[in-house]
Nanobody
């Protein structure tokens, strides 16, 4: 499975961004799609996840109510709509795919990763 993220950029606090993750290859093997982020000097952390098979979604407490994950099965694309952005949301955002059917929050359990897209939120 190959993953390509897009949509990052530099915005001001309170603005919105939508990240996209286009999947190709053996996409049928990816049951769960997740978004993670990594800020400088920090570990990679879970942001949100969604299962291809249903509408189940999961969010980190830090983004709940502000971010929305969705998917377009026909386009094999997962989105992360980010609203009310804060400076602490600044990070490289990664899309990841997991063959497991249970949503997992640990980055090392995801088998496939994109190259990441930078999101910078200025105050």
């Amino acid at each position: 499975v190959q993953l390509v993220e897009s949509g990052g950029g530099l915005v001001q606090a309170g603005d919105s961004l939508r990240l996209s993750c286009a999947a190709s290859g053996r996409t049928y093997s990816a049951n769960v799609m997740g978004w993670f982020r990594q800020a400088p000097g920090k570990e990679r952390e879970f942001v949100a996840a969604i299962r291809w098979s249903d509408t189940s979604t999961y969010y980190a407490d830090s983004v709940k109510g502000r971010f929305t994950i969705s998917r377009d099965n026909a386009k094999n694309t997962v989105y992360l709509q980010m609203n009310s952005l804060k400076p602490e949301d600044t990070a490289v955002y990664y899309c990841a795919a997991d063959r497991g059917v249970v949503v997992r929050l640990t980055p090392k359990l995801y088998e496939y990763w994109g190259q990441g897209t930078q999101v910078t939120v200025s105050s």
